[in-house]
């Protein structure tokens, strides 16, 4: 007998059913091996909370991908209480420079034993902000935003510019 050549069909005679057949595993296989790869990744960079967890034993995809959702949302709570402690710390550090700076300026502007009108207007004008301090609040989100609290009636704001 005569060796038989398994007769390969071109791809351009393929319909393009056939094309899918043929290519669906493929595909499926590529997709199986990122999900692993990036289970594994996981694995990798959590390896000493699941050492924590569940010392000496082997992990089902499962598992990773369940305590990796916790460990997430630990992170995310601990995330949060930090950053409301920063939000008081960052609103206290903006009150007392904003207090210190007013100090400085103010020794600085009365060390003069001549008075101009605009020196006497800003002396006047960090007198009140002295007296309202206590309301002002600092926004972090907007850096450059000052609220400040300020009665009905009290006449506009003196800027030097």
């Not at 999900?35 to 967890?53: A, C, D």
């Not at 207007?121 to 600092?138: D, M, N």
């Not at 926004?139 to 003196?158: N, R």
Request: proline share 6%; hydrophobic share 30%.
């Amino acid at each position: 007998m005569a060796p038989s050549a398994v007769f390969m069909e071109p791809d351009n005679l393929l319909t393009p059913k056939e094309k899918n057949k043929l290519r669906k595993p493929v595909v499926e296989k590529m997709r199986r091996d990122r999900i692993n790869s990036s289970i594994e990744q996981l694995k990798l960079l959590l390896e000493k909370e699941f050492q924590r967890h569940q010392p000496n034993s082997k992990l089902e995809k499962a598992d990773i991908l369940e305590m990796t959702v916790s460990y997430l949302k630990q992170q995310s709570q601990l995330q949060m209480k930090t950053s409301g402690s920063f939000h008081k710390s960052s609103q206290f550090d903006f009150r007392e420079g904003y207090s210190r700076c007013l100090q400085e300026a103010f020794h600085f502007l009365s060390l003069h034993k001549v008075r101009t009108e605009t020196q006497t207007k800003l002396l006047s004008h960090f007198q009140k902000s002295q007296s309202t301090a206590p309301e002002l609040s600092f926004c972090p989100s907007k850096p450059s935003t000052l609220k400040q609290a300020s009665p009905k009636g009290t006449g506009t704001l003196w800027r030097p510019w």
